[in-house]
């Protein structure tokens, strides 16, 4: 299909004002037109008719010298007075007569719309006459007023419907931009944009925009392969290095169980630990290489049963550490996203939050939201977070505690969250309170054809 040629934003604004410049004085001829012909078939009555009609009815009453009106339709008006100057008849009302009396007095002339006959017997009447256009049956309303009324009315529809028409094209080119920006608003780099718009400044936007989709899909193609360049490589690590680990932890087991001198066994034990946090060290490496997407499909996740499951999880942990979980549950929708994948993400943050809570203290889950959007917020009763934890919470494997690296923690508890959130299109958070640190997870509901692909993000737990 030919595509037309674009204008600039200032010809076609031009162009449009052209249009209703010449479409005022075409209405207004139209309509003129029509009036004419309106006079000419008879439907309108010229503006002289009055004044015809009212002298030939004086000129007959004063041959016949008398008053007879007729039966037939008049366009003029008159006061027929007695001898004596008290008003017989009219075709008037009472104040439309005195005003008129009080206009033409009688005993003058030359009045230019008016005129007097007087009868043999003393009585006199007065005659009243308009110059102007009149619609036949419309008596008393002037032609003239009507067609300027109907051209006003007709310029204002006519002015609607064409700002009506204008917007709608106008809008039909943003929409272009619009749809433009939603595609790379929503990253979908695989869909061309097509500059459509007959604007030529929308046009060269939307050829700017191709170029940036294209520059911004190549880039991402390239980012997506190295992080499955580098996953492969931390995956093959973690599997060539578990060997040797296993078989150096052995050894030391096996030496520890050898009568040895005090200070050989220390040498032992300190092989064996070392070999031990190395050893978690590969499986945290082997847990982030294989967190990379899921297959899990979105389904309706009923809150209450999701918060059962994680309470069960971490119970015995909590019964440990001799912390209370209360849960407040205030949401009562379903939501679509990935049960697995929140109740993991919950778990792990609920596990931090209990092992630095103080002993005999509490923690506490509060949900709030609807179907569209929920909060998860986990508050604890321990240090909270600091200056410093709070500004790293994006890196992944950032501890500001390294002994914490003995308990097999390795700072992916909140990196694994965070992800959760960002695949069901929401955020992690994390702040202070005056009793602790709090983890705020916002998540949003996610459509059946969202992409289940997950975004690699670095978010650490850390306090």
Known sequence: ????????????????????????????????????????????????????????????????????????????????????GSVQKSSMNENKTTEFMSKYPVGENGYVNAGYIHFSDGSYCLFVWN???????????????????????????????FIRKISKRFYQEISFIEN?????????????????????????????????????????????????????????????????ITAINGNAELLLEENLLSHQIEYAKQI???????????????????????????????????????????????????????????????????????SRALTNVLDNAIRYSFKGSSVSILVSGDSRQMVFNISDSGKGFSKEALKHASEMFWKQDETRLIEGHYGLGLAIASRVAEMHKGFLTLSNTERGGRVSITIYSVSDNQALRSITGQVSESR
């Open 1 to 84: 299909m030919e595509k037309r040629k674009a204008i600039s934003i200032r010809k076609y604004f031009i162009a449009a004002t052209a249009q209703a410049a010449l479409a005022v004085p075409l209405i207004i001829l139209i309509w003129w037109l029509l009036f004419i012909l309106c006079i000419r078939n008879g439907l309108i009555l010229p503006a002289d008719t009055s004044s015809n009609e009212a002298k030939a009815a004086m000129q007959k009453m004063q041959e016949a010298d008398r008053f007879d009106i007729g039966t037939s339709n008049i366009h003029y008006d008159f006061i027929l007075f007695d001898s004596d």
């Open 131 to 161: 110059y102007y256009a009149q619609i036949v049956g419309l008596r008393g309303i002037p032609a003239d007023w009507v067609l300027l009324a109907l051209m006003l009315a007709t310029i204002v529809v006519f002015f609607v419907m």
């Open 180 to 244: 433009a920006t939603r595609t790379i608003a929503s990253r979908n780099l695989e869909t061309e944009i097509v500059p459509n718009s007959n604007i030529f400044e929308f046009r060269n936007a939307l050829i700017a925009m191709e170029e940036m989709r294209a520059a911004l899909n190549d880039s991402l193609k390239g980012q997506w392969a190295l992080q499955q360049r580098r996953k492969n490589e931390i995956a093959a690590l973690a599997h060539d290095l578990r060997t040797p």
């Open 272 to 342: 064996l630990t070392s070999g031990e946090r190395t050893k978690h060290y590969v499986e945290a490496l082997q847990q982030v290489s294989e967190y990379d997407f899921t297959t899990e499909k979105p389904i309706d996740i009923n809150i209450k049963a999701l918060l059962n499951d994680v309470y069960d999880i971490v119970a015995a942990v909590a019964a440990i550490h001799e912390v209370k979980i209360e849960i407040d549950n205030k949401v009562i929708d379903n939501i679509v996203g990935y049960p697995l994948l929140l």
